[in-house]
């Protein structure tokens, strides 16, 4: 069993397996089809990073919704 780690998910404690990636963490958190925004201690991750992108202890993550409109 990977060893667990704790990163901050929008302000809160998430608990997670060492070696995981962004992208393992949005398969959790968003429906399908959903459409995010995330942003990796402070700046703006492109979507081509969340799946490459491993976390590590104590980094924060903020995950925010696009909603359409008109």
Do not use: F, W
């Not at 959790?28 to 979507?47: D, K, Q």
């Not at 903020?62 to 359409?68: D, K, L, N, S």
């Amino acid at each position: 069993m990977d060893a667990m780690m704790t990163v901050m998910l929008n302000g809160a404690p998430h608990p997670c397996g060492a070696g995981t990636s962004v992208a393992d963490v949005l398969r959790e958190i968003v429906p399908a089809g959903r459409r995010v925004a995330v942003e990796l201690n402070g700046e703006v991750l492109p979507r081509a990073e969340h799946a490459t992108r491993r976390l590590v202890q104590g980094d924060a993550l903020e995950v925010v919704q696009a909603i359409g409109g008109g």
